[in-house]
């Protein structure tokens, strides 16, 4: 757009329909063909650099969605995609894995700069590359209602990246949530996506997972922490952060007062970094999640990260998982939590450790004080064959098994695990329905030990 402030969508009321004399059939016109007898004036504020406008504002209000989005393949030279004539009107359209390519994903953005309905939209794995990524932002320049974007897997790269980071700094879109994850970003576009973020207040929600940052992008993303008051959830798992740049990150969080999600799993952050760690779970007083899972943190790690769970008022949700911590370091945990009376931990996953009777009598101890805590664990001797069978037993033979007795299919034993009779529920509630559902079929669990 010409400048940075924010604009409001046109509606109806405001635009000025001349009466055109032609014959009944109606044309869609486009830049690249301009109606051939009728000259209008746009309005000032179509003034702009886009090429995904419509010329003629009459056609735009009276030619359909349909109509408009095949005109555009036209355009573009591409195959519409009959899935998204079939869903343009409703609130989430879901194009993942459809070979869109540059151009077929400019056909969609042509249909989408009027499109009122549609308020999440998925484009993850089309190559749509810098092209693509263009078309979509000069797209929402014009569009008020697209709220959440999926662009994942789409080889964006660095050019990718400056143009992404080009409408960040605008501030002009009512998109607040973005995934990016897997466009091979490198430290030059931490560089801009930092710069952009650090003034940017409408992104809420940021996926960067799987890409390329190493120390020198961490030392730039916590540059942007520092400052951003926008953001309350960014994944930056599957990365390359090791020591200097997870620091960085961690000085970031520091004085961070929006960020409510961080995801930091699989990365290289070692013992060292989990000092720092400790730190930001002293001071900051917002963060609610935390995963760390899959970092090299050993028991020492676990030492200085329960420093912070002791006066920690904030996180209720802290993964562990995949990390080399023993029943020494579990226990170092837990009652860290335990001497603090403020916590509001609500989850502890240490999945990957076993733990011994005696680590028990002390969780009940923490749990007698916390009985909001849920502390996950591998398994234990001595625990109720329910749990022990339910971590350890292959949960497929054990559902295949009770499905051949029952002669019903494994789709409908999902179904009939939720009332509502979906297939849909989260990971929380699958665990505690298996669980009751071992309390009542312990026979088949015990015969596949």
């Known amino acids: 757009m010409d400048n940075d402030k924010p604009l409001q969508p046109e509606t109806e009321d405001e635009i000025e329909i001349e009466p055109v004399q032609q014959s009944s059939d109606k044309m869609l016109y486009c830049e690249a063909e301009p109606p051939p007898t009728v000259e209008k004036v746009k309005p000032a504020r179509e003034n702009s650099e886009t ?55 400019k056909a969609i953005a042509i249909a989408l700069v009027s499109n009122t309905a549609v308020t999440k939209l998925e484009l993850e794995d089309n190559c749509i590359m810098e092209e693509g990524v263009l078309s979509l932002v000069e797209m929402l320049q014009e569009n008020y209602y697209l709220q959440e974007m999926n662009i994942s897997n789409n080889h964006l790269g660095l050019e990718g990246a400056r143009i992404i980071s080009d409408f960040f700094e605008r501030n002009s879109s009512s998109v607040w949530s973005l995934e990016l994850s897997g466009n091979d970003f490198k430290e030059e576009s931490a560089a801009l996506l930092g710069q952009a973020l650090s003034t940017n207040y409408r992104i809420k929600k940021l996926d960067l997972s799987h890409n390329q940052f190493s120390d020198v992008g961490g030392e730039h993303l916590g540059q942007m922490l520092a400052i951003n008051v926008g953001l309350t959830s960014l994944d930056l798992s599957w990365n390359n952060f090791h020591t200097r740049g997870a620091v960085a990150l961690c000085n970031g969080l520091r004085g961070n007062v929006t960020l409510a999600k961080l995801d930091l799993s699989m990365n290289g952050l070692g013992n060292e970094v989990a000092l720092a760690l400790g730190e930001v779970l002293r001071l900051n007083s917002c963060l609610v999640y935390l995963d760390i899972s899959g970092n090299d943190i050993g028991n020492e790690g676990a030492s200085k990260i329960s ?41 502890l996953d240490i999945s990957n450790v076993l733990v011994s009777e005696q680590f028990m009598k002390t969780l009940d101890g923490v749990y007698a004080v916390h009985p909001q805590l849920d502390v996950v664990f591998k398994a234990v001797q001595g625990l109720s064959a329910k749990k022990t069978i339910f971590l350890l037993t292959n949960p497929m033979k054990l559902i295949q098994s009770y499905a051949d007795q029952h002669k019903i299919t494994v789709v409908d034993f999902f179904k009939s695990l939720n009332p509502t009779g979906t297939m849909k529920m989260s990971v929380d509630e699958f665990q505690k329905v298996m669980i009751e559902f071992l309390e009542h079929n312990e026979a088949i669990a015990t015969s596949l030990v």
Do not use: W
């Open 307 to 347: 420093k912070g769970l002791e006066s920690n008022e904030s996180l209720r949700v802290l993964k562990l998982f995949l990390n080399p911590i023993n029943m020494d370091g579990a226990i170092l945990l837990i009652l860290a939590i335990k001497r603090n009376p403020k916590s509001r931990m609500e989850e």
């Open 51 to 105: 090429d995904l406008e419509i010329e003629d504002d009459e056609k735009f209000f009276t030619t359909g969605q349909k109509e408009l989005y095949l005109e555009a393949c036209k355009l573009v030279g591409v195959v519409p995609v009959s899935y998204f004539i079939r869903n343009m009107e409703e609130s989430y359209v879901n194009l993942n894995h459809h070979g869109l390519g540059p151009r077929g994903t």
